[in-house]
């Protein structure tokens, strides 16, 4: 259950002095299980053993809002990750990894400003992942390849809602050298949602990085042996998808196409999957995750899994996962089993 507090305690928790401040929310997930992933590149090996923020990330985070009259409020928060298989942070480089904004809002919409935060795209997408990015450590691996950054730094974000459709506005403001571009991102992206409908698109254009240092991102981990990307050139990055909600389950289709200015072909991940209710206690789901380069194929994903609601709040879960590379090269298979609770 969330729980109310004031900003004065927030204060006195990171020993920051401060008089007044809004009401915020203490929220987080915390996630643990068991886990066993065969890699076979030539010669097979099995990795088992504790594992931490597989069905979702491990995170705590604060969130609140002051009412500042005429229909506007301020908004703050920050948020950091964790790893509950060794208590290290998620990111021993950046206190709030997984983000810290403020901002402003009113009835059309609102504005923040902050660092590590969503992109537009990964935003947007989430709409129609058949996993609704669960299995964050196995699903997201092949999204972000395709070029589509999870996170930004430097961001001026808009959002706002009219009637069936939510859209987000996006643009990065990282450091020039001398002038020169290090590779800012302006984007746009809609989601539609209308009783059974879901449908949700985007686009994103990157600037080619001008100063002496390319900006180079490595998604995921070596679990999912997906190709680093740069944004050395400039990028075009589009996705589109949707889901039909039937009541007890969902079916689900994307597309993503992330293409560097210059290359012959476009990264392109296609995806396809569905889930169902067995019960109101017992969820399972499937995902297909495709990327191709041209008529190279990059990596195939499969990925089945259950999960056992214990409450409102805690999940039981179980995955199975296999992919291969092109060639059959860095095929990899493996489970999970673990809970997750959420407060």
């Known amino acids: ?16 002095p401060v ?40 995170n705590i985070g604060v969130k ?6 005429d229909g506007m409020k301020a908004n703050f928060g920050f948020e950091s990750g964790f790893n509950t298989a060794t208590g290290a942070s998620g990111d021993t480089a950046s206190t709030y990894d997984r983000g810290i904004y403020v901002g402003v809002g009113a009835g059309w919409g609102t504005v923040t400003l902050g660092g590590n935060v969503y992109s537009t795209s990964f935003k947007v997408n989430k709409a129609w992942d058949p996993m609704g990015y669960k299995y964050v450590g196995v699903t997201l691996m092949p999204l972000l390849a395709t070029g589509n950054k999870g996170r930004n730094d430097n961001d001026v974000n808009y959002n706002g809602k009219f009637g069936d459709v939510e859209v987000t506005v996006g643009k990065t403001f990282n450091p020039s050298v001398d002038g020169q571009s290090v590779g800012n991102a302006s984007s746009v992206g809609a989601v539609y949602k209308s009783g059974p409908i879901t449908a949700a698109a985007s686009y994103t254009t990157t600037e080619k990085t001008t ?15 997906y190709p680093a990307y740069t944004f050395a050139n400039a990028n075009v990055n589009t996705s589109i998808g949707g889901a039909f909600n039937f009541g007890d389950g969902s079916v689900n289709v994307g597309y993503i196409s992330s293409k560097d200015d210059g290359a012959t072909d476009a990264m392109v991940t296609t995806v396809i999957g569905a889930s169902f209710n067995v019960s109101n206690k017992v969820g399972v789901a499937a995902g297909l ?7 190279v194929e990059n990596r195939t994903l499969t990925l089945v899994s259950a999960t056992y609601a214990l ?33």
Do not use: H, R
Not at 289 to 295: A, E, F, L, V
Not at 312 to 332: E, L, P
């Open 1 to 16: 259950m969330q729980k109310k507090i004031i900003a004065l305690a927030i204060a006195a928790a990171f020993s920051a």
């Open 19 to 58: 008089v007044a401040m809004a009401d915020a929310t203490i929220y987080g997930s915390v996630e643990a299980g068991y886990g066993s992933q065969t890699f076979d590149s030539g010669t097979a090996a099995t990795v088992t053993g504790m594992t931490s923020g597989v069905y979702a990330s491990n």
């Open 64 to 69: 609140g809002s002051e009412d500042l009259g």
């Open 211 to 225: 100063a002496s240092t390319a900006v180079t991102v490595t998604p995921g981990s070596t679990l999912g042996n």
């Open 289 to 295: 995750y495709k990327t191709n380069t041209g008529s």
């Open 311 to 343: 409450s409102k709040k805690t999940t039981a879960y179980f995955d199975y996962n296999s992919s291969a590379a092109n060639a059959g090269v860095n095929k990899i298979s493996g489970y999970g089993v673990g809970l997750q609770t959420a407060f």
